[in-house]
């Protein structure tokens, strides 16, 4: 079955740390994995993408991710928290040739001053 | 340049009413997604058009339906409003399939008393 895990509902860490929200994926074709954020009462904004080249992705924000293929995961990444950084972040699979994107559950950042 | 923009932000119905959630994007994208999201289960699709003219289901369609009214505009009609309705319903577009990103409106937080 496809599906996206984001095994950590919740994570604290505190302003200035470092961040890694885990993803990982189960898909039958070739995937084209996104990260996005959802802050309080908005919509969501992609931070990322990935399809193909290089496995480490730069996105907005500082934000980074890499694409590990025998491991099927796809973790965000991010060297030091900023307090605007707490938000909710999904991560996405989907794939040419289908429009049924498949979401993580999310995982709810908060970030300690 | 507004993106995705969606009407109304916020409607309370009680049971039975109906009601149709505007969404247009001025991007030019072909494809249009309605979702819905609920505590702990990320975004769940609702309806798709992949370009105009079409509309499919996606994983949850039961008590919705949808109209692509130009390339421009994609509406989410409740017949008959359900309690199980109560959500915050995103509308989002991208270019075409799954390969490219989605873009979000803000949504509407729908409450069914």
């Known amino acids: 079955a496809q599906s996206v895990t984001q095994p950590d509902i919740h994570i604290t860490v505190s302003e200035g740390a470092s961040l890694e929200l885990r993803c990982n994926y189960s898909y039958g074709a070739t995937p084209y994995l996104f990260w996005y954020v959802q802050s309080p009462g908005q919509g969501l904004q992609l931070l990322l993408k990935?399809?193909?080249?290089?496995?480490l992705v730069q996105g907005i924000k500082g934000f980074e991710a890499e694409f590990k293929r025998s491991q099927s995961s796809f973790n965000l990444r991010k060297p030091s928290v900023h307090w605007s950084d707490a938000a909710e972040y999904f991560c996405?699979?989907?794939?040419?040739?289908?429009?049924?994107?498949?979401f993580g559950t999310g995982t709810r950042l908060k970030v300690l001053a | 340049n507004a993106g995705v923009t969606q009407t109304p932000k916020f409607q309370v119905l009680k049971t039975g009413q109906s009601m149709t959630l505007q969404c247009a994007q001025d991007m030019n994208h072909n494809s249009m997604y309605w979702y819905r999201q609920d505590p702990g289960m990320g975004l769940r699709l609702i309806y798709y058009?992949?370009?105009?003219?079409?509309?499919d289901k996606g994983e949850v369609p039961n008590g919705y339906n949808v109209s692509r009214l130009n390339k421009r505009e994609f509406s989410l009609r409740l017949e008959s409003a359900a309690p199980s309705q109560t959500s915050v319903y995103f509308c989002?577009?991208?270019?075409?399939?799954?390969?490219?990103?989605?873009?979000f409106g803000p949504g509407t937080r729908l409450t069914v008393t």
């Open positions: 996405a699979v989907g794939a040419r040739g289908t429009y049924k994107y498949i």
């Open positions: 058009s992949a370009s105009e003219g079409t509309t």
């Open positions: 990935y399809f193909s080249g290089d496995t």
């Open positions: 989002a577009s991208s270019e075409t399939d799954g390969s490219y990103e989605q873009y």
